[in-house]
């Protein structure tokens, strides 16, 4: 799946995570286990993941999950319905980062593997409003570039146009409880 690792956006995730949320939490991370999991492990976070099910027809282990904390690295732009897997989270806190929109690329698309393709390409705003739609309120939020060594416009670009967003939210209290 992995044939490189991307350092830098392990490097301001970890430290987006570990500002946020504290190693005796437990953590499920939605999708399966993988190269950053081993980061997080390696960092005394607890964490769970899903075992690969499709989340938009099975949230079941998100449901039955009491890990008091949610995280969701680069998942919701492969969903067709995030809003359904957001609503079904137990948890009252959430990391969750996606990879940005960029008006001069397409939407991703690997031709070999059905998983590998993004169903949204989200820009920040459309990203905060569906957590608010789903009940999270954003309590921080960092974005970040990713620039490449690549000679061209698209390249250039990427030196200053942010194309990870990252999240922190908590579940918004129903007034009616």
């Known amino acids: ?18 500002s946020h949320i504290s190693t005796k939490e437990t953590i499920l991370d939605l999708g399966v286990e993988n190269p950053f ?16 099910e499709d989340l938009d027809f099975d949230t079941s282990t998100i449901e039955n999950s009491n890990a008091t904390v949610v995280t969701a690295f680069e998942i919701f732009e492969h969903l067709l319905s995030p ?66 060594k690549k000679i061209g416009i698209r390249p250039i670009l990427r030196w200053f146009t942010p194309r990870y967003y990252i999240v922190y939210a908590e579940r918004i209290k129903n007034t009616k409880d």
């Open 83 to 148: 809003l359904t897997v957001l609503k079904s989270i137990q948890a009252d806190k959430l990391v969750a980062s996606i990879p940005m929109r960029l008006w001069f690329s397409p939407a991703y698309r690997s031709k070999t593997d059905m998983w590998d393709r993004h169903y949204h390409e989200f820009e920040d705003w459309q990203f905060d409003w569906l957590l608010e739609k789903a009940g999270w309120k954003i309590i921080a939020s960092k974005k970040w570039t990713n620039p490449t």
């Open 1 to 18: 799946m992995y044939k490189y690792f991307p350092h830098k956006r392990y490097k301001h995730t970890l430290e987006f995570l570990e």
């Open 37 to 52: 999991t081993k980061v997080m492990k390696d960092h005394n976070f607890k964490v769970e993941n899903t075992k690969g």
